[in-house]
């Protein structure tokens, strides 16, 4: 298990655009789950504003778990 060396409380959503999702062996999803998510050539698109971080995507909402 990677462990983080610095923890930050969200503030602010972004969008991004990938290539594709792949399942990452080293990063851990959600605790005691192997493998979590990767993007694969991962780009910025924006700030949104017009999203609180409630609001973002979650993890669950990708992979329907």
Known sequence: ???PDVW????IVV?????EWSRSP???????EKGGLSL???RFIRV???KNIE????????TGK
Do not use: C, H, W
């Not at 930050?8 to 503030?11: D, G, R, Y």
């Not at 969008?15 to 290539?19: F, R």
């Not at 609001?55 to 990708?62: A, H, K």
């Open 15 to 19: 969008q991004v655009a990938a290539q």
């Open 26 to 32: 080293i990063y851990e999803f959600r605790a005691n």
């Open 8 to 11: 930050l409380k969200p503030t």
């Open 40 to 42: 694969r050539f991962p």
């Open 48 to 50: 949104r504003t017009d």
């Open 55 to 62: 609001d973002s995507t979650q993890g669950d909402e990708i």
């Open 1 to 3: 298990m990677t462990i």
